[in-house]
């Protein structure tokens, strides 16, 4: 089936210092989605992104979190500053007219912020 | 605001055994029902979606039906399997708002 991919797989930084998750949608989906699920817990909405722009945006999407895709290229999470509390499994899912079409999601990417 | 109640966080069964694992939800607006499977380190992957109410949807084994008079819509197998054995979501999308809520999620073990 369709395939989103994140890279890296696992990211190990510096609280402080800023990351960028990377995630290459499926080619032809137009909503694309970060979530977030730190170890043990469940799964939990971030943010969501249409048309180059935040649709919806949960309490976890923090003023340190920014999304963007330019060009068509990889739809990026970055969070600058990073804090002890973003060590987390990141997804990132793609669906083609909304979150009522099925959601693909992307194999995760791991982060560790020591 | 929506929510999805998944009462169940840990179900273990023998296999063979028939799988139910419970999901409710509270929206005040229209909805779409999803349960999403996650095997160990993979990605979440669509089970089964739903929209229609009293209506069962069915893939890979598994059912549900969505019964918006009791906002439920429970995963079901008649006979468990080892490979079943994984995390759990139900999700609720709602249609207004365009966000997707997951429920706290289901460990499901089967063993032999």
């Known amino acids: 089936g369709p395939k989103v991919l994140q890279i890296p797989s696992h990211q190990i930084i510096d609280m402080g210092q800023m990351v960028t998750l990377n995630c290459d949608p499926v080619?032809?989906?137009?909503?694309f989605y970060w979530y977030k699920q730190i170890l043990g817990q469940q799964m939990e909405f971030l943010v969501n992104?249409?048309?180059?722009?935040?649709?919806?945006k949960s309490k976890l999407f923090k003023d340190q979190f920014s999304v963007e895709r330019p060009d068509g290229s990889y739809f990026t999470l970055k969070i600058q500053p990073t804090a002890l509390e973003d060590s987390a499994v990141y997804f990132c899912?793609?669906?083609?007219?909304?979150?009522?079409?099925?959601?693909?999601f992307g194999p995760g990417t791991r982060l560790l912020v020591l | 605001g929506d929510s999805v109640t998944q009462t169940e966080g840990l179900v273990t069964l023998t296999e063979g055994l028939p799988v139910m694992l419970n999901c409710t939800y509270q929206?005040?607006?229209?909805?779409?029902l999803f349960w999403y499977v996650q095997h160990l380190n993979e990605a979440p992957k669509l089970l089964l979606k739903?929209?229609?109410?009293?209506k069962r949807t069915e893939h890979q084994g598994f059912h549900a039906t969505l019964h918006k008079s009791s906002s439920s819509f429970h995963l079901q197998k008649s006979s468990a399997q080892l490979s079943d054995s994984a995390l759990y979501y139900c999700?609720?999308?709602?249609?207004?708002?365009?966000?997707?809520?997951f429920g706290d999620g289901t460990v499901l073990t089967v063993k032999p």
């Open positions: 899912a793609s669906s083609l007219r909304g979150a009522q079409d099925t959601q693909y």
């Open positions: 992104f249409y048309n180059g722009k935040v649709m919806e």
């Open positions: 080619s032809n989906h137009l909503y």
């Open positions: 999700a609720l999308y709602n249609t207004n708002t365009g966000k997707l809520t």
């Open positions: 929206t005040a607006y229209s909805t779409f």
């Open positions: 739903s929209s229609t109410d009293n």
